[in-house]
């Protein structure tokens, strides 16, 4: 699976959009963009994936750019409550077989303040 | 919908005993499981794949003797961490990749671990 690059921590404003950036300039064409956030001392929480265009639902925006090479996550009205850990993950994906594994790297704090 | 659960949240046990943890999928059907362990301040490392009705597959340095894997039906799985010592206290977590799609996987609560 690529690599993916993210800062290790970011601040917020309650209210404000919050973005986050993820580079992953090795992806491979099948390879999907996955988020997942983890709120302190909880299992981690599907946000959303994308393979090419740009995807969104109830909790969150991906923008993935046209080159694939990076994406951001993007909050649109963060809350005390997105306090957490964010990971970028890039997976092969598709069903069937047991290699579709999630490798969780440092991801990025982000802190939403008051 | 796709709910995880993980039983026990947490559990304290003494060194030289066995502890087993239960992962269900509450509302599909996983034919994947996967078992994470996160140590403080720390992500998570993947300890093993297991599907249904088959062995495990275990990540490089994880014993598998150690940590003992059944994955008996489409929507539970179990970990035993036998013969536990004090460095095995760990938060344990488990995923289930949902069947026949994309491939999303959700995560259990977490077991958090403490060997005594």
Request: charge should be neutral; glycine fraction near 8%.
């Amino acid at each position: 699976d690529a690599k993916t690059t993210q800062p290790t921590s970011m601040d917020c404003a309650e209210g404000r959009a919050a973005n986050l950036p993820c580079n992953h300039s090795t992806i491979s064409g099948n390879e999907y963009v996955y988020w997942y956030r983890q709120i302190h001392s909880q299992g981690p929480q599907y946000i959303i994936h994308g393979l090419k265009n740009n995807e969104t639902n109830e909790m969150a925006s991906l923008i993935i750019t046209e080159d694939r090479k990076s994406s951001t996550l993007i909050l649109p009205h963060a809350t005390l409550r997105d306090t957490a850990v964010y990971y970028c993950i890039v997976r092969v994906g598709g069903s069937g077989g047991s290699n579709y594994k999630l490798t969780f790297g440092k991801g990025t704090l982000l802190t939403v303040n008051p | 919908g796709a709910v995880v659960s993980q039983h026990p949240s947490w559990v304290i046990c003494k060194s030289g005993t066995s502890v087993k943890i239960e992962c269900r999928s509450l509302d599909f059907q996983a034919t994947t499981m996967f078992w994470y362990r996160q140590f403080p301040k720390q992500s998570l490392m993947l300890m093993a794949t297991s599907n249904e009705g088959s062995k495990a597959t275990y990540e490089q340095g994880v014993e598998k003797d150690k940590f003992l894997i059944n994955h008996a039906s489409l929507t539970l799985s179990t970990l035993t961490v036998t013969s536990a010592h004090p460095e095995d206290s760990s938060f344990y977590i488990c995923s289930a990749r949902v069947a026949g799609t994309i491939g999303e996987q959700y995560f259990g609560p977490g077991t958090r671990l403490t060997v005594t």
